[in-house]
C-alpha cells in the first residue's frame, strides 16, 4: 500500500514558477514510473511528465523545455519543477504511481496575474 502527498501548490503569475512535490508513505521502487498528471476545469486528466529510474523521462509538449521531473529514491519523493507557467497550465495537479494505481490527493495550481 503505497500512499502519495502532493505539496506546493499555488497561486503565482504569469511567467513564474513553482515546485511541486510529492511524498509517498510507502517504498517506491525506484526502477518504476512515477507520473504527475493534471486536470484543469471542464478537460480530461492528462499526463504531464513521467520519470522511470533517474534518468528516462516523458513529457508532454505543452511541458517540454519548460518543466522538469526528477526523483529521489532515499526520500521517497517525486518533484516537478515547472518555469515560465502560463494561464492554461492551471489545473490540479496529481502524483501518479502506475505499478500500483496510487494517486495523490491533488495540488492547485493558478497561474493569474
Known amino acids: 500500500q503505497v500512499q502519495l502527498v502532493e505539496s506546493g501548490g499555488g497561486l503565482v503569475q504569469p511567467g513564474g514558477s513553482l515546485r511541486l512535490s510529492c511524498a509517498a508513505s510507502g517504498s517506491i521502487s525506484s526502477g518504476y514510473t512515477m507520473a504527475w498528471y493534471r486536470q484543469a476545469p471542464g478537460k480530461q486528466r492528462e499526463l504531464v511528465a513521467a520519470i522511470t529510474g533517474d534518468t528516462i523521462t516523458n513529457y508532454a509538449n505543452s511541458a517540454k523545455g519548460r518543466f522538469t521531473i526528477s526523483r529521489d529514491n532515499a526520500k521517497n519523493t517525486v518533484s516537478l519543477q515547472m518555469n515560465s507557467l502560463k494561464p492554461e497550465d492551471t489545473a490540479i495537479y496529481y502524483c501518479?504511481?502506475?505499478?500500483?494505481?496510487?494517486w495523490g490527493q491533488g495540488t492547485q495550481v493558478t497561474v493569474s496575474s
Open positions: 501518479n504511481y502506475p505499478r500500483l494505481g496510487a
